[in-house]
């Protein structure tokens, strides 16, 4: 018997009897078939999530639905943004933004998605110099700013999209579906281990 097959076979005794889980707690994969409209279904699955979802008429206007949310949270409006969203009225709408990396007594960090994924509800953030990575990971509440027409319908269209304005993958990405969860001491979902207890993401026009 050769090393893979009896990987398998040990694989096939310890899974023997179990059952697959129930239709309702799969996320569908089905690339190139997806007939719901992207939006729709993006804003479906991302709420399924655990995300929070709001709109913006422009990106000028998203502060002000940041602000709105972070009031109706209950929660600091001091944030640290993205460099590269620095020059968005912050000020005006009633929040102390700095744009810098993110220390771990931030308790907000608001970022921009490269992209949306339709397909799972999923956000793609590219890092870099001016959008850096730990800013969706060290602080508790996440909001990322998604403008509509950047909503893709699966992972493949997603790297597809990226090769087209950047030529190559950059040096890391984030895929985020809903807060950071995680089951690992006795099988109990805790949220907010290892990233945001929130994740809210405002759709911009």
Not at 73 to 101: F, Q
Not at 106 to 134: Q, V
Request: proline share 7%; hydrophobic share 50%.
């Amino acid at each position: 018997m050769s090393a893979r097959e009896a990987i398998l076979t040990r694989v096939r005794a310890a899974t023997a009897g179990t059952r697959a889980p129930p239709a309702a707690e799969m996320i569908p994969r089905a690339a190139g078939t997806l007939t719901e409209d992207p939006l729709l279904r993006f804003r479906r699955l991302a709420e399924a999530s655990g995300s929070t979802l709001d709109e913006a008429a422009s990106l000028a206007a998203a502060p002000v639905r940041v602000a709105a949310y972070l009031k109706e949270a209950d929660l600091t409006h001091a944030a640290v943004v993205w460099p590269a969203l620095a020059a968005l009225p912050w000020a005006a709408a009633g929040i102390a933004a700095e744009a810098r990396a993110p220390r771990t007594t931030d308790a907000i960090g608001i970022t921009a998605a490269f992209c949306g994924i339709a397909e799972t509800g999923t956000l793609l953030l590219l890092s870099a110099g001016d959008s850096p990575g730990a800013t969706s990971l060290v602080p508790e509440t996440h909001i990322a700013l998604l403008p509509r027409e950047r909503i893709v319908r699966d992972f493949e269209a997603a790297f597809a999209r990226v090769r087209a304005e950047h030529g190559s993958l950059p040096r890391a990405l984030a895929f985020i579906s809903g807060p950071s969860r995680t089951a690992d001491i006795e099988q109990t979902i805790v949220i907010g281990a290892h990233g945001p207890r929130r994740v809210h993401i405002i759709l911009v026009d």
